[in-house]
C-alpha cells in the first residue's frame, strides 16, 4: 500500500519505523513534515513499552543502538516517578516504572509483605525502586528525553530505508472521495500527495481526523487541568534517575532530567489562574525566574474514533490526556503496535474491513478511557487547599471505576490482577494503580494483612521478600552509594 503520513514529530517517525518493519517492507511510507512547525521538546518521559520497543522486542530485526539512541537524544535512565505533596501534607511517594517479582502473581505476595512491614520504602520491593533507594545508576528502565531529538532520530533511521520518503511542506488541503475516504493532500505550492491509507500525525491540530468529522471525546469533566508552561532548568551533576510530579495549588510541576538540562512545565487549570499566575506559582516554588517556552492550550480527552475510513489517528491526533504518568508515548506505541501487528495488511481491500475497524476504535478506545481513569485516581488524595482541589476531589470529577477501585478499599480489599478484566498491549493494570493506592493511603498494612492471611501465605510472602532483597543488594552492594 501507498501509506501517508501526515505529521513527523515521535508519532509519525515511530509509526513510519514500525510500518517499514512489517511485510517484507512491501509498503511506500510517505512522512510529510513542516519544518515552518514547531515542536515543544522541554522533556519527555516514556514507560517500559517504549524500552521495549528500542530493544528490538517487537521486531525479528533490529536496526536501533541504544547506546547511539541515548546520545542522539540527550537521554537518561527513568527508575520511576516521585510524587510529591499529592495530599496536600508535604509527603511524597515514589512509584517504580515496573513490579515486584511476584507483581504477576495473585496474590503479589513481595508487594503485599513490603507494605505490611515498610510501607514508607514500599517502593524497595520493585528493583527499579530498589535501585533508586541506594542511588544505584542504572543503565536499563525506561527514558528520559528531548522530545524534538527522539523525532529526530527515527527520521534518520527511517529515512535510511529508500521506502521512506520525506517531504517538507504544509497541507493547505484534504480532498475525499464520494466515499468519505481521504483522496489526496494539497501542499502549499500545489502538489497532490494520494495514498491508498493515510496517519494523522498532526498534534493537537487533528488536520484529516478533523476533515472526517471525527469529533472530539472530552475528559474535561474529569482531568480539569488544560494548559501547560513549559521550561528548562539546569541539569544538577547528581541528578535522581526519577520524573518528579510535584502538586501545586492549581495543578502540578512535572521535571525530567534529560544528559543536558531538566524539562520542567506546569501543568494547571486555566479555570483558576491564568498563565501569569501560573508562572508566578512555579517562581515562588523554586525561589527564582523562570523563562516559559510557550503557553499550550489543550482539552484533555480522545477522538471519538481513532480510526475512521482509510484513516488512522495516531499521537495526540488521536487523544491526550495529560503528561502525568508518560502515558503518551505508551499509548502511541501500544495503539501502534495493536494496528501493525492485528490490523495492518498488504492491500487496501485486506486493511480496511469496517467490522475489523470496529474492533480497533473499541479496543483502542477501552485503551485510552482506562488510561483516564488511571489518571484521576491521582487526584484522589484528599487536597483540599484551593478551589482547584476543591473541585477535582469531588466526587462529581471521579469515575465510576475510580470510585468502585476507593469503595474497594474503603471495605479492606485492594485490587489484584484480575481487577481490571482481559489484559491488552499496554494495559496499566493493578500492580501500577497499587503504587497509588499505597502512595495516598487507600491502601496499607491491614489491607495487606487481610490479604495475605486470605491466602495463608504470611511466611512465603516474609521468605520471598528477604530472598528478592538478598539477591538483588548482593548484586549490586558494590555501586551502592552513600547520600
Not at 103 to 126: C, M, R, Y
Not at 191 to 206: H, M, P
Request: aromatic share 10%; proline share 3%.
Amino acid at each position: 500500500m501507498n501509506i501517508v503520513i501526515l505529521g513527523g514529530g515521535t508519532a509519525g517517525w515511530l509509526a513510519a519505523y514500525a510500518i517499514a518493519k512489517t511485510l517484507n517492507h512491501s509498503h511506500k511510507i510517505t512522512v510529510i513534515e513542516s519544518s515552518q512547525i514547531g515542536i515543544i521538546g522541554a522533556g519527555e518521559g516514556t514507560t517500559g513499552l517504549f524500552t521495549d520497543f528500542i530493544n528490538g522486542t517487537f521486531f525479528p530485526t533490529n536496526d536501533l543502538d541504544v547506546e547511539e539512541f541515548m546520545k542522539e537524544t540527550d537521554a537518561t535512565i527513568k527508575l520511576g516517578i516521585n510524587h510529591f505533596n499529592w495530599k496536600g501534607d508535604n509527603t511524597g511517594y515514589m512509584a517504580p516504572i515496573g513490579l515486584t517479582p511476584t507483581g504477576l502473581q495473585l496474590p503479589d505476595i513481595i508487594f503485599l509483605n513490603t507494605l505490611l512491614v515498610n510501607k514508607e520504602k514500599l517502593h524497595v520491593s520493585a528493583p527499579q525502586g530498589f535501585l533508586y533507594e541506594y542511588n544505584i545508576k542504572h543503565t536499563r528502565g525506561a527514558y528520559h528525553f528531548n522530545g524534538v531529538k527522539v523525532g529526530q532520530y527515527f527520521k534518520k533511521i527511517c529515512t535510511r530505508h529508500a521506502k521512506t520518503k520525506h517531504i517538507d511542506t504544509v497541507i493547505k488541503q484534504v480532498n475525499l472521495c464520494e466515499n468519505g475516504n481521504i483522496k489526496e493532500l494539497v501542499t502549499e505550492t500545489g502538489e497532490v500527495i494520494t495514498g491508498d491509507f493515510f496517519i494523522d500525525c498532526s498534534g493537537l491540530a487533528r488536520v484529516l481526523m478533523s476533515k472526517l468529522d471525527v469529533a472530539w471525546h472530552s475528559y474535561k469533566k474529569h482531568l480539569p487541568v488544560n494548559a501547560a508552561i513549559p521550561f528548562i532548568l539546569p541539569i544538577e551533576e547528581n541528578y535522581q534517575q526519577v520524573t518528579l510530579a510535584h502538586a501545586l495549588k492549581n495543578g502540578w510541576m512535572w521535571k525530567i532530567p534529560t544528559s543536558e538540562r531538566y524539562g520542567c512545565g506546569y501543568v494547571y487549570s486555566d479555570d483558576h489562574i491564568d498563565a501569569d499566575q501560573a508562572q508566578q506559582e512555579v517562581e515562588e516554588l523554586l525561589g527564582h525566574a523562570i523563562e516559559p517556552i510557550k503557553n499550550i492550550k489543550f482539552t484533555a480527552g480522545r477522538g471519538e474514533l481513532l480510526w475512521k475510513n482509510n484513516c488512522l489517528a495516531l499521537g495526540l491526533a488521536s487523544a491526550f490526556a495529560e503528561p502525568l504518568e508518560a502515558t503518551s508515548i505508551h499509548t502511541t506505541i501500544a495503539q501502534l503496535l495493536t494496528f501493525v501487528f492485528e490490523y495492518l495488511q498488504d492491500t487496501p481491500e485486506l486493511t480496511m474491513v469496517e467490522s475489523r475497524i470496529d474492533e480497533y476504535n473499541r479496543q483502542m478506545i477501552r485503551m485510552y478511557d482506562d488510561i483516564k481513569d488511571f489518571l484521576v485516581l491521582h487526584y484522589q488524595g484528599g487536597r483540599t487547599d484551593s478551589e482547584f482541589w476543591r473541585r477535582i476531589t469531588n466526587k462529581e470529577t471521579t469515575t465510576e471505576r475510580v470510585e468502585n477501585i476507593l469503595d474497594m478499599c474503603e471495605r479492606g480489599l485492594m485490587p489484584s490482577i484480575y481487577t481490571f478484566g482481559n489484559s491488552y498491549l499496554g494495559m496499566i493494570g493493578s500492580g501500577l494503580h497499587n503504587w497509588t493506592l499505597a502512595g495516598l493511603d487507600k491502601i496499607g498494612p491491614d489491607h495487606a494483612r487481610t490479604q495475605l492471611l486470605k491466602f495463608s501465605t504470611v511466611a512465603r510472602a516474609r521468605h520471598e521478600t528477604d530472598r528478592y532483597l538478598s539477591e538483588i543488594y548482593n548484586a549490586v552492594k558494590d555501586r551502592i552509594t552513600v547520600s
